[in-house]
C-alpha cells in the first residue's frame, strides 16, 4: 500500500495570502497524483489530477506540483470559499488507491 | 448537468445488510468507471470498490473483500453496493463517484454521501 503524508496538518492563513501544502508519497507514484477539497457537509471536489492539469473549472489560483514521492498544492491568494480540507490521492498503485490524511485550511 | 444521487444507508445492527444505490444522470453513464468512496465520521477518505463501465471489472479494498459487491446496470445508470456482514468500522458517509474517465483513477463528481451506521 502506498502511504500518502499530508503537511502539514493544519494550515492558518488570512484571506489573500499564499497556501503551500504538501504531500508525501512511500513509494514513487510518478505524476499519478491529485488533489480534492472538501468543505464541512460537502462531497470532494476535483481540483488537480497528474499532479498539475486542474480539472474544468478549476480557478488559476490553484495549481500543482511535483513528481515521484514530493507533491505541491499552491493556492495563489486565498479566496473566502477555499478554507477547506484538501486531500490528495494516488493512483499509481491502481486499483488500491489511496488518499491522504488531509490538510485543514482555516481561517487566520 | 451531471449529477449523481445515492440512497439506502441507515442503521444496521453488526452482522447485518445493507443495499447502497447511486442514481446518475446528465453523461454517457456506461462509458464511465464508477467508484464508491468512505469517510468515517470527522476521518479521512477511503478507497471502497471501482467497478468498470462494462461492468466487466471489479475491485475491491481489502477490508471489504468477500463482503461488499459492487455491481452496476447501466440500462438504468443506476450504481450498487451490496454490504454483507457489516462491522462497526464501516460505519460511514459512503459516496459514489464519477471516473473522469473510462479508467477508476480519478473523481471528478461525486454525490452527497449516504450515512451507514454500524451499531448495535
Known amino acids: 500500500e502506498i502511504v500518502l503524508t499530508q503537511s502539514p496538518a493544519t494550515l492558518s492563513l488570512s484571506p489573500g495570502e499564499r497556501a503551500t501544502l504538501s504531500c508525501r508519497a512511500s513509494q514513487s507514484v510518478n505524476k499519478y497524483l491529485a488533489w480534492y477539497q472538501q468543505k464541512p457537509g460537502q462531497a470532494p471536489r476535483l481540483l488537480i489530477f497528474d499532479a498539475s492539469n486542474r480539472a474544468t473549472g478549476i480557478p488559476a489560483r490553484f495549481s500543482g506540483s511535483g513528481s515521484g514521492t514530493d507533491f505541491t498544492l499552491t493556492i495563489s491568494s486565498l479566496e473566502p470559499e477555499d478554507f477547506a480540507v484538501y486531500y490528495c490521492q494516488q493512483r499509481s498503485n491502481w486499483p488500491w488507491l489511496t488518499f491522504g490524511g488531509g490538510t485543514k485550511v482555516e481561517i487566520k | 448537468e451531471v449529477q449523481v444521487l445515492e440512497s439506502g444507508g441507515g442503521l444496521v445492527q453488526p452482522g447485518g445488510s445493507l443495499r447502497l444505490s447511486c442514481a446518475a444522470s446528465g453523461f454517457t453513464f456506461s462509458g464511465y468507471a464508477m467508484t464508491w468512496v468512505r469517510q468515517a465520521p470527522g476521518k479521512g477518505l477511503e478507497w471502497v470498490s471501482s467497478i468498470f463501465g462494462s461492468g466487466g471489472g471489479t475491485y475491491y479494498e481489502d477490508s471489504v473483500k468477500g463482503r461488499f459487491t459492487i455491481s452496476r446496470d447501466n440500462s438504468k445508470s443506476s450504481l450498487y453496493l451490496q454490504m454483507n456482514s457489516l462491522r462497526a468500522e464501516d460505519t460511514a458517509v459512503y459516496y459514489c463517484?464519477?471516473?473522469?474517465?473510462?479508467?477508476?483513477?480519478?473523481?471528478?463528481?461525486w454525490g452527497q454521501g449516504t450515512l451507514v451506521t454500524v451499531s448495535s
Open positions: 463517484a464519477k471516473s473522469s474517465s473510462s479508467w477508476p483513477y480519478y473523481f471528478d463528481y
